[in-house]
């Protein structure tokens, strides 16, 4: 029988377990959407002619502005509980793997909201029959923050799957492990 201690431990572990794999799906569904972006739709729209360039950027809009924000929420959440739970192990490598994520996903999170956000908005007032002479430098930077945010979640999930690596298991876990062998 095992004692309360251990029960703890394993509880403790279950749940940092929970955190690292559901961290892993937020972060992964953002940087692949994001990098799916970059591959198919980043090209396709620096082809595009402005009054399709236009309408195409403002239906991508709506939806983006509902899911995005509590993708976020929820994936930074999981992160700093994540941390929260290996704080007495601040030195590990698992735990600095999960900060220099979370630093990826903040650091795309500010970019989103100081670099697109703007444009976006600067987009919404153009008229169609009358767009601005430099559309075509806008449309370039817009797309220059989105590569470099796809960069930065391509990252954060990469560190994330590297810190699984390194992630602690309980002695419970590990001959568990051995009897299904």
Known sequence: MRSSK?????????????LRYCGLLLVGMMAGSSFA???????????????SYMEFHRS?????????????????????????????????MEFLLIAFALLCVVDELLMTRFGNLPL?????????IAPPPDWVEI?????????????L???????????????KRSPASRQDAFAVA
């Open 37 to 51: 972006f970059v591959l198919g739709m980043g090209p396709a729209m620096e082809q595009l002619s402005i009054t």
């Open 60 to 92: 991508m809009e709506t939806p983006f502005n509902i899911f995005s924000p509590l993708i976020y929420l929820l994936a930074i959440a999981t992160l700093v509980a994540s941390l929260y739970q290996l704080r007495q192990s601040w030195k590990s």
């Open 139 to 151: 449309r370039s930077q817009w797309l220059r923050f989105m590569y470099i945010r796809s960069a």
């Open 6 to 18: 251990q029960r703890n431990i394993d509880f403790d572990m279950n749940v940092s377990t929970l």
């Open 153 to 167: 979640l391509v990252s954060g999930f990469a560190l994330l799957l590297a810190s699984t690596f390194f992630m």
């Open 120 to 128: 976006n908005h600067v987009i919404s007032q153009w008229d169609l």
